[in-house]
């Protein structure tokens, strides 16, 4: 069973910027590809972000690219956002997600149902 805890979440000004953290209690994290997504209140989850196992590939939804960076560190467990130039339209709860079997290089998923495991999701509110 994988474990997803998500942190780093806040209350932010428009522009300024926040790091998430999505700490993975499981046996071997690089046999895991994960992403993070995101839902805003009456919204349906979206995709944001995606990294492969090893984290040679990342691939961003156009509403966050350029803005957000993904990233993981397998000996630490963990997978990052970085999002800077923070809009109000990215209030949302962000969830990272933990995709597992079997592993292929340099592959992402930017489906939701394509996830196995999900955090309980931390709160992002950008202010005007």
């Known amino acids: 069973h994988v474990q997803l805890v998500e942190s780093g979440g806040g209350l932010v000004q428009a522009g300024g910027s926040l790091r998430l953290s999505c700490a993975a209690s499981?046996?071997?994290?690089?046999?895991?590809?994960m992403g993070w997504f995101r839902q805003a209140p009456g919204k349906e989850r979206e995709f944001g972000s995606a990294?492969?196992?090893?984290?040679?590939?990342?691939y961003y939804a156009d509403s966050v690219k350029g803005r957000f960076t993904i990233s993981r560190d397998n000996a630490a467990d963990a997978v990052y956002l970085q999002m800077n130039s923070l809009k109000p339209e990215d209030t949302a709860v962000y969830y990272c997600?933990?995709?597992?079997?079997?592993?292929?290089?340099?592959?992402?998923?930017?489906?939701?149902?394509?996830?196995?495991?999900w955090g309980q999701g931390t709160q992002v509110t950008v202010n005007t």
């Open positions: 990294i492969s196992w090893s984290g040679d590939s990342t």
């Open positions: 499981v046996v071997t994290f690089s046999n895991y590809a």
């Open positions: 997600a933990a995709r597992g079997g079997t592993v292929y290089t340099g592959r992402y998923y930017v489906s939701s149902y394509e996830y196995d495991y």
